[in-house]
């Protein structure tokens, strides 16, 4: 079975300072791993994918996520947050044993001034 | 390149009555989701359609949920009778292919209360 835990259902962060959202998954085949950002009364958006090869990926408004297998993590990160960040943002695992993808239970951010 | 569409917005029914959501893939995708997002917590696949055919039901309550996709374009879910624990945001997303490499494109979601 697969699984994804995000640990802290809300972040607040000021503006300018560095984002850190946590994620980590469970699953017993190579997994496809994936951000997704939701803003208020909008569906997800695709921020980053990891599938295959370079552990380190870049997406969308300067997120970017590194895939640890050894840490069976794949945390989000940007350099400097912005007011506009502010969402929430869900981490899902997919591999090809359940064929679907399975979501995390969310993480809010919030950017102060 | 219009995204996936999705309507009512918003829908409020007590409980026992039915309630039908209707949702318009992007064109030419051939893969429909139908997600449930209660409150707090992260989209569950519900269904998943193939062109026409169905992929996985197996987390469809089909007691009380029913979803149809006629000549592959269109999808209809119905809940009939709602309970009040169906609250939730029903999403729909549509792919070029069901696998992992296929980004899902989601809709703004029904967001339905039950009363």
């Known amino acids: 079975a697969q699984s994804v835990t995000q640990l802290g259902s809300h972040v607040s962060v000021s503006e300018g300072a560095l984002v850190l959202l946590r994620c980590n998954y469970s699953?017993?085949?190579?997994?496809?791993l994936f951000w997704y950002v939701q803003y208020p009364n909008q569906g997800l958006q695709l921020l980053l994918k990891?599938?295959?090869?370079?552990?380190l990926v870049k997406g969308i408004n300067g997120f970017e996520a590194e895939f640890k297998k050894s840490e069976t993590s794949f945390h989000l990160t940007k350099p400097s947050a912005h007011m506009s960040d502010a969402a929430e943002y869900f981490c899902a695992v997919f591999t090809g044993t359940a064929s679907k993808l399975t979501f995390g239970t969310g993480t809010r951010l919030q950017v102060t001034l | 390149e219009a995204g996936v569409a999705q309507s009512p917005r918003y829908k409020i029914i007590e409980k026992r009555q039915s309630v039908a959501f209707w949702c318009n893939p992007i064109s030419g995708h051939a893969t429909l989701y139908w997600y449930q997002q209660i409150l707090g917590q992260g989209p569950k696949l519900l269904i998943q359609?193939?062109?026409?055919?169905?992929?996985?039901d197996s987390q469809l309550p089909k007691d009380r949920f029913s979803a149809e996709r006629l000549k592959g374009v269109d999808s209809t879910l119905k809940i009939q009778p709602a309970k009040l624990e169906d609250s939730a945001v029903y999403l729909c997303?549509?792919?070029?292919?069901?696998?992992?490499?296929?980004?899902?494109?989601f809709g703004p979601g029904t967001r339905l209360t039950v009363t």
């Open positions: 997303a549509s792919s070029l292919g069901g696998t992992g490499l296929y980004e899902q494109y």
């Open positions: 359609f193939q062109n026409n055919g169905v992929v996985d």
């Open positions: 699953s017993s085949v190579p997994p496809y």
């Open positions: 990891y599938t295959t090869g370079a552990t």
